[in-house]
């Protein structure tokens, strides 16, 4: 189990030797984090998120739809603007999965298939548009849509009771460097490629790569080892704890 005292440090380091990882350099997941399965009514918040963001644009976009084309009844209608929320979850979600994969391996692991998820929805809801025409199947996928493409990267669970709050802002605070470091890697390996093999400025850029693929590799390490101190493995561990 890490000590906070040995998390503090290692961010401190980082800190002082990286400061430009800990500006503008934002993770588009795990916005709240709960302990267990149910953290009482924190559970609601990413729900109430959602539907005050997302269902309102709904109604909003299906009324202008409505409007604009009346042809399309209100049904279409509603169903056009729940499918177009729809395929935004499908853009953007690719680009949280790969900050997940450059940042926590545990978290990419459980999350890897939601793209492939998002799309049977966004089918179904189009084949409902189609010919089923049901509002009960619109509302359920819109549901399924909104739990896939928000609430489960706005919400990490699984944390143990003893996690204390500063615990999961050191967690963070890796992942925020482990994303960083990756990006550096990027950018060090695109200006290799366009720079002259055996040339000044590549033989100076390739210490550095080396240097960030290693602080990448140790950042990784350490986020995998404070998630094992911090979270449950997965649902069964969990269930298997609170049965002892």
Same mark, same amino acid.
Not at 155 to 175: A, D, I, M, P, V
């Given at each position: 189990?890490?000590?906070?005292?040995?998390?503090?440090?290692? =961010?401190?380091?980082?800190?002082?030797?990286?400061?430009?990882?800990?500006?503008?350099?934002?993770?588009?997941?795990?916005?709240?984090?709960?302990? /267990?399965?149910?953290?009482?009514?924190?559970?609601?918040?990413?729900?109430?998120?959602?539907?005050? #963001?997302f269902v309102s644009i709904s109604m909003s976009l299906g009324a202008y739809l409505e409007n604009a084309w009346?042809?399309?009844?209100?049904?279409?209608?509603? /169903?056009?603007?729940?499918?177009?929320?729809?395929?935004?979850?499908? =853009?953007?979600?690719? #680009? !949280? #999965?790969?900050?997940?994969?450059?940042?926590?391996?545990?978290?990419?692991?459980?999350?890897?298939?939601?793209?492939?998820?998002?799309? /049977?929805?966004?089918?179904?809801?189009?084949?409902n548009i189609a010919y089923i025409e049901s509002s009960f199947l619109q509302s359920l996928l819109f549901i399924?849509?909104?739990?896939? /493409?928000? !609430?489960?990267?706005?919400?990490?669970?699984?944390?143990?009771?003893?996690?204390?709050?500063?615990?999961?802002?050191?967690?963070?605070?890796?992942?925020?460097?482990?994303?960083?470091?990756?990006?550096?890697?990027?950018?060090?390996? &695109?200006?290799?490629f366009f720079s002259k093999r055996g040339s000044a400025k590549a033989q100076r850029l390739k210490p550095q790569?080396?240097?960030?693929?290693?602080?990448?590799?140790?950042?990784?390490?350490?986020?995998?080892?404070? &998630?094992?101190?911090?979270?449950?493995?997965?649902?069964?561990?969990?269930?298997?704890?609170?049965?002892?």
């Amino acid at each position: 189990m890490i000590k906070d005292q040995q998390a503090a440090l290692f =961010l401190q380091q980082l800190k002082l030797q990286y400061p430009a990882a800990f500006k503008r350099n934002y993770l588009l997941y795990s916005m709240m984090k709960t302990k /267990g399965l149910l953290d009482n009514l924190k559970e609601l918040i990413p729900w109430l998120l959602a539907a005050m #963001i997302f269902v309102s644009i709904s109604m909003s976009l299906g009324a202008y739809l409505e409007n604009a084309w009346p042809d399309l009844g209100r049904f279409r209608a509603q /169903g056009l603007a729940v499918l177009s929320i729809m395929l935004f979850f499908m =853009l953007i979600t690719p #680009i !949280v #999965i790969k900050q997940m994969k450059h940042s926590s391996v545990s978290l990419y692991r459980q999350l890897r298939h939601t793209p492939a998820k998002l799309a /049977g929805i966004i089918l179904l809801q189009a084949i409902n548009i189609a010919y089923i025409e049901s509002s009960f199947l619109q509302s359920l996928l819109f549901i399924l849509a909104m739990n896939f /493409g928000f !609430v489960r990267f706005y919400k990490e669970n699984l944390f143990r009771e003893h996690s204390s709050s500063h615990q999961r802002y050191y967690l963070q605070e890796t992942r925020r460097v482990c994303f960083w470091s990756y990006k550096q890697v990027l950018k060090i390996q &695109c200006r290799l490629f366009f720079s002259k093999r055996g040339s000044a400025k590549a033989q100076r850029l390739k210490p550095q790569l080396e240097h960030l693929q290693q602080l990448h590799a140790d950042a990784l390490r350490f986020e995998q080892r404070l &998630c094992k101190s911090l979270k449950h493995a997965d649902v069964e561990t969990y269930l298997d704890g609170m049965m002892k």
